[in-house]
């Protein structure tokens, strides 16, 4: 159920950042969905990690659950201080990286369709977080691609996996 949660919220911040990119949020309105979404996924990342349960499975989600944790509260911070996000694209690139290996090993290990989801999930967050690399820290004119790519894949990664576990349409 955690994880239905984190989706949905995953889903709307992201659904929600991209309509921003596209010109149809005030920056200081986005920040309340970042806020909300942060403290959620930071949250589950505490519960995965600290548990009496934990192991080292749920440690690493927690782990890279943190980075979408990172990525909302900086995105948050970004609109109250009105900077002009360099050091966030910096981040976004270690982010890419990161879970590079991430989708690759899900991928190739997945033997449910569930972990098929998942691997491609990583591939699409990870495109997603390259792409605002190039754009705030490259300076690349992506504005646009990238607020419909991040609509896109808040719909399709976050969204409706989110709300289909939450309903018991689908199981983990």
């Given at each position: 159920?955690?994880?239905?949660?984190?989706?949905?919220?995953?889903?709307?911040?992201?659904?929600?950042?991209?309509?921003?990119?596209?010109?149809?949020?005030?920056?200081?309105?986005i920040i309340v969905?970042?806020?909300?979404?942060?403290?959620?996924?930071?949250?589950?990342?505490?519960?995965?990690?600290?548990?009496p349960a934990a192991?080292?499975?749920?440690?690493?989600?927690?782990?890279?659950?943190?980075?979408?944790?990172?990525?909302?509260?900086?995105?948050?911070?970004?609109?109250?201080?009105?900077?002009?996000?360099?050091?966030?694209?910096?981040?976004?690139?270690?982010?890419?990286?990161?879970?590079?290996?991430?989708?690759?090993?899900?991928?190739?290990?997945?033997?449910?369709?569930?972990?098929?989801?998942?691997?491609?999930?990583?591939?699409?967050?990870?495109?997603?977080?390259?792409?605002?690399?190039?754009?705030?820290?490259?300076?690349?004119?992506?504005?646009?691609?990238?607020?419909?790519?991040?609509?896109l894949i808040g719909?399709?990664?976050?969204?409706?996996?989110?709300?289909?576990?939450?309903?018991?349409?689908?199981?983990?």
């Amino acid at each position: 159920m955690l994880l239905g949660l984190g989706l949905l919220y995953v889903g709307a911040v992201l659904v929600l950042n991209g309509l921003w990119l596209l010109g149809k949020i005030e920056d200081r309105e986005i920040i309340v969905v970042n806020v909300v979404s942060g403290f959620v996924t930071l949250a589950i990342s505490a519960y995965w990690a600290f548990n009496p349960a934990a192991d080292a499975a749920s440690i690493k989600g927690a782990a890279l659950t943190l980075l979408f944790t990172a990525t909302y509260f900086w995105v948050a911070y970004n609109r109250v201080t009105k900077v002009d996000g360099r050091g966030l694209g910096w981040f976004s690139l270690f982010v890419a990286i990161t879970v590079a290996p991430v989708a690759i090993q899900s991928l190739r290990g997945a033997d449910t369709p569930i972990g098929l989801w998942m691997g491609w999930n990583w591939v699409g967050w990870g495109l997603l977080w390259f792409c605002y690399f190039l754009l705030l820290t490259m300076k690349q004119p992506i504005l646009k691609f990238t607020g419909a790519f991040t609509v896109l894949i808040g719909i399709l990664t976050g969204w409706v996996p989110g709300l289909s576990l939450l309903q018991g349409w689908l199981n983990p």
